[in-house]
């Protein structure tokens, strides 16, 4: 459930009662001591060998991979059951509202009862950084939670901490159209439009920007106003209609992000959040200073991974997110609605990241909540609707966007794993086969992805954790993490937090 978008709620806390389940992926010690794994291994290392060597040939007059292929496919829709996503039911906003919780007291009562749980939904966020620190175990001391809590205090400062939870019009994300400048700037041409939006996407710091044409199908309609607990219509109260949206990536620390699920991992989630409504509010400021009206939104206004793929920036996978060649999942997504239309729009991609997804499934093993559609599920929890646990009991999927063809994860176990953790888990992030530093390897792998036959997908994926890749769960990850900061004075390899050389 990320990034619906995403996913979800943030923070996190697991103390020893934590339900957190050790990652059933093994090291690579553990593969070359047990013999029935060296043979795995083995097949692994010659499987492997084998789709290098058949990537090899193609790299060379491929490299332009990098940059992906024009989707004919995305969306797919199932028109019959497709219908506008009402903000009230993504999860994020139901549980920040009293009103809803007790408008619909039906919805915890069987998520409890199906679950055996006694989850307290409206407290959940207030619960969630209640839990004491224990400063024995790493991940879990009061220097995570520091990290954590200060992540956040941008979006505190600034009045604007409900937009992660899809309150709109925040100050940072305001509606206010009052200072947009009256002469509007002529630009050259679409190209030279799209480019100088791109440009100011960089220097406020955005990894990646992409430019959509707005579509009715990915905002929440209507809208609502958690603050107020009052409906809000598109038409009647939005200041302007919209006719384009711009994304931006905001990227999360790849070694911060390892710790997860502990909390440092929050602190670069809760960062991520911070910088969506910096970025947003910066951006749309350019915008109106062009004489163009403009609103920021995190996760408010609209569903974000679509509006990203859309954008041309990468591709839903099984774990809910957005997967991003380069950075993989590990970027938060913001947006900016505008009626500035003269650009040059981008379109959806494909890397066959989506594809991969199908024959994976590193996430949904890693996922402490079982909230992530497993391999073994019907059609491997890709389709037109969910198909996990309790998914045929009327009222349960309540929180799903159903009619559009992708993984379906059950939001409402990722939330309540949060709440139980002590903050925002990220386990899906850190486990995934895309999270990696950014090597050249790693970049010749996402060009060669595409041609690699699908049936190594799967040992592409299963050889991940042997060269060190995708473990969670793990304390010494945390323990690794605040050392880091060593070199931070010269930062010669001019590492930033995204584990680059600066390269988008
Ligand atoms: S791993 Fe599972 S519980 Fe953790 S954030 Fe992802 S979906 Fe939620
Ligand atoms: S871990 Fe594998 S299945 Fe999950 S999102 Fe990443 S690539 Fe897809």
Not at 111 to 128: A, H, S
Not at 474 to 496: H, Q, S, V, Y
Request: contains cysteine; glycine residues 10%; proline residues 6%.
């Amino acid at each position: 459930m990320t990034n619906e978008s995403d996913k979800k709620k943030d923070d996190a806390v697991q103390t020893s009662s934590a339900p957190v389940e050790k990652s059933s992926i093994p090291g690579l010690s553990e593969l070359l001591e047990d013999p029935s794994k060296r043979l795995f291994f083995k097949r692994v290392a010659v499987g492997g060998g084998t789709a290098l060597l058949g990537g090899a040939a193609s790299y060379g007059a491929g490299i332009h991979s990098l940059k992906g292929k024009v989707s004919e496919e995305y969306p797919q829709i199932d028109e019959k059951l497709f219908k506008p996503k009402d903000q009230r039911d993504v999860v994020l906003n139901f549980v920040s509202s009293k009103a809803l919780n007790k408008k619909h007291p039906e919805r915890n009562e069987q998520y409890n009862r199906l679950q055996k749980k006694e989850f307290n939904w409206v407290n959940g966020i207030k619960d969630m950084y209640s839990k004491p620190w224990d400063n024995s175990k790493p991940g879990y001391t009061q220097k995570d939670r520091a990290l954590q809590k200060a992540g956040w205090e941008p979006l505190n400062l600034a009045g604007s901490r409900g937009s992660a939870n899809l309150q709109p019009n925040t100050p940072f994300n305001t509606w206010d159209q009052s200072d947009v400048e009256k002469e509007q700037y002529q630009f050259e041409s679409k190209k030279h439009a799209s480019d100088a939006i791109k440009s100011a996407a960089r220097v406020f710091g955005a990894v990646k920007c992409g430019i959509a044409k707005r579509d009715k199908r990915w905002d929440y309609d209507p809208l609502y106003d958690i603050e107020n607990e009052t409906e809000l219509s598109w038409e009647k109260d939005f200041p302007f209609e919209p006719k384009t949206v711009i994304v931006l990536l905001a990227s999360m620390d790849y070694d911060c992000i390892a710790t997860a699920p502990a909390w440092t991992a929050d602190g670069t989630a809760a960062d991520g959040y911070s910088q969506m409504g910096v970025k947003a509010t910066q951006m749309a400021k350019f915008l109106k200073g062009l004489g163009y009206h403009a609103v920021g939104a995190g996760n408010d206004l609209g569903s974000s991974v679509p509006y990203a793929i859309m954008a041309g920036l990468g591709e839903g996978a099984r774990n809910g997110a957005l997967i991003s060649p380069g950075v993989g999942p590990r970027v938060r997504i913001l947006k900016i609605y505008t009626d500035f239309d003269f650009v040059e729009y981008d379109s959806p991609h494909t890397w066959g990241i989506t594809e991969f997804c199908l024959s994976c499934g590193k996430c949904a093993e890693a996922c402490p909540s079982g909230a992530i559609p497993k391999m073994d599920s019907e059609n491997g929890g890709y389709g037109f609707e969910p198909n996990y646990e309790f998914s045929d009991e009327p009222g349960y999927t309540w929180n799903n966007h159903i009619g559009i063809k992708k993984f379906y994860s059950d939001a409402k176990k990722c939330y309540n794993f949060w709440v139980e953790n002590g903050g925002a888990c990220s386990a899906c992030i850190a486990s995934c086969t895309f999270n990696e530093p950014d090597f050249w390897h790693h970049w010749f792998i996402m060009a060669i992805n595409p041609v690699v036959p699908k049936f190594l997908h799967a040992s592409m994926a299963l050889s991940h954790p042997a060269f060190g890749y995708g473990h969670t769960n793990d304390p010494k990850r945390a323990i690794k993490f605040w050392k880091m900061g060593e070199g931070m004075r010269t930062n010669l390899g001019l590492k930033n937090n995204i584990g680059t050389s600066n390269k988008t």
